[in-house]
T-cell receptor, first 117, second 115 residues
Framework: AQSVTQLDSQVPVFEEAPVELRCNYSSSVSVYLFWYVQYPNQGLQLLLKYLSGSTLVESINGFEAEFNKSQTSFHLRKPSVHISDTAEYFCAVTPPHYNTNAGKSTFGDGTTLTVKP | GAGVSQSPRYKVAKRGQDVALRCDPISGHVSLFWYQQALGQGPEFLTYFQNEAQLDKSGLPSDRFFAERPEGSVSTLKIQRTQQEDSAVYLC?????????????FGPGTRLTVL
């Protein structure tokens, strides 16, 4: 069984401030980790993912997330946010491809990031 | 190319009615997923197909829910005798390969309201 907890349902920040969106997970097996973003009136889209290797992964628009196995966390950070980053962010875990439950992703309840001018 | 499309975008049903929700995945995508998203919550896994094979349906909440993908492309999620607790957004996603390392591409969802 696996679960995902996003510790903050709403995060308001001012433009150009740093932000961290927290994600903790639990799983009886190793998992792949994902962050998805949903902009207003749009579908979910992948922001970044951790499969293996370097624990720090980056997106093309300046977000990064670090996999911490000992703390079972995958927090999302950005050093300076823009108004256009206003969206809902979902953390998700998926069993690896060799697991019989490989297709079964578990999502957190989301964090609404609101960037104010 | 076109993304994942879902129809209808909105559906209002009277309690007890049957509904059918359609998903058109990205052409050539092997894997297809259905999720249920209640208000204020994240997507909850319902079922998963690889081509026409339904590999996991452990998330379907009851035997009133049924999904199919007969030709390995378009998929339909059917809900029989709808109940108020079925009200939610139903999301479909597809991915290119069979492996869970692949990115899932999501459709816009169908918002189902059961009165």
């Amino acid at each position: 069984a696996q679960s995902v907890t996003q510790l903050d349902s709403q995060v308001p920040v001012f433009e150009e401030a740093p932000v961290e969106l927290r994600c903790n997970y639990s799983s009886s097996v190793s998992v792949y980790l994902f962050w998805y973003v949903q902009y207003p009136n749009q579908g979910l889209q992948l922001l970044l993912k951790y499969l293996s290797g370097s624990t720090l992964v980056e997106s093309i628009n300046g977000f990064e997330a670090e996999f911490n196995k000992s703390q079972t966390s995958f927090h999302l950070r950005k050093p300076s946010v823009h108004i256009s980053d206003t969206a809902e962010y979902f953390c998700a875990v998926t069993p690896p491809h060799y697991n019989t439950n490989a297709g079964k992703s578990t999502f957190g309840d989301g964090t609404t990031l609101t960037v104010k001018p | 190319g076109a993304g994942v499309s879902q129809s209808p975008r909105y559906k209002v049903a009277k309690r007890g009615q049957d509904v059918a929700l359609r998903c058109d995945p990205i052409s050539g995508h092997v894997s297809l997923f259905w999720y249920q998203q209640a208000l204020g919550q994240g997507p909850e896994f319902l079922t998963y197909f690889q081509n026409e094979a339904q590999l996991d349906k452990s998330g379907l909440p009851s035997d009133r829910f049924f999904a199919e993908r007969p030709e390995g492309s378009v998929s339909t999620l059917k809900i029989q005798r709808t109940q108020q607790e079925d009200s939610a957004v139903y999301l479909c996603a597809s991915s290119l390969g069979a492996s869970s390392i692949n990115e899932q591409f999501f459709g816009p969802g169908t918002r189902l309201t059961v009165l």
